[in-house]
């Protein structure tokens, strides 16, 4: 087991051991006490969330502005590029972001603490994507910004135009964004 910090402080790609043979490969996406051990956090998980895209959908930037979720992801099926932005007006890095590839062959995860907008786009031609969340689904305090949004100017690393939902393409400009204090 292995954690690797990022560009942004808190945001964590954990590598678990993975114990592989003939068979195929088994390892333990979560343990609590481990968890606290690689981030120094005792976070009690309350919800379960799994999505299936196709190749080019780009999912996000997602935050809650009130209940807000730090989340455990993972790439179970696939590949996708995650990226992630930091909302914290307090923080160094405020309004920057970093962006790093998950994907089921690499077995990572990505801890995301509260205070950072969320998303990814699907590399492969399709991708499950599974994450374990802080607090539970708050549709009146979602918020999105704009994935293409130019004062964040994030290399989505696409071959074109993605796809988006409805409400990822109506997203915010980071400027105009409700933030973190």
Same mark, same amino acid.
């Given at each position: 087991? *292995? ?10 790609i ?13 390892? $333990?996406?979560?343990?609590?006490r481990?968890?606290? $051990? ?5 976070? =009690?998980?309350?919800?379960?969330n799994? *999505?299936?895209s ?7 930037l ?12 993972r790439c ?22 970093t962006?790093?590839?998950? *994907? ?22 399709s991708?499950e994507?599974f ?7 708050s549709p =009146?305090? =979602? ?8 004062d964040?100017?994030i290399?989505?690393?696409? =071959?074109?135009?993605p796809?988006?939902s ?13 933030v973190y204090p």
């Open positions: 087991m *292995s954690v690797i910090p990022t560009a942004l402080p808190g945001v964590l954990i590598e678990p051991k993975v114990f592989g043979d003939d068979r195929g490969c088994f390892y $333990e996406s979560y343990n609590r481990r968890f606290q $051990e690689w981030t120094g956090l005792d976070v =009690e998980f309350v919800q379960d799994q *999505s299936r196709r190749r080019q959908v780009l999912r996000g997602h935050y809650q502005i009130r209940q807000p979720q730090g989340k455990l992801v179970v099926v696939g590949e996708v590029l995650d990226v992630v932005v930091d909302l914290r007006r307090s923080s160094p890095t405020f309004g920057r972001w962006a790093f590839p998950l *994907s089921a062959e690499r077995v990572q995860l990505a801890w995301i603490p509260v205070g950072f907008a969320h998303g990814f786009a699907v590399r492969s031609e991708a994507v994450y374990k969340t802080t607090d539970y689904y =009146e305090h =979602e918020r999105c910004i704009l994935w293409d949004d130019p964040l100017a290399d989505w690393q696409l =071959e074109r135009q796809v988006l409805p409400k990822d393409a109506a997203g915010m400009r980071f400027r105009d964004a409700e």
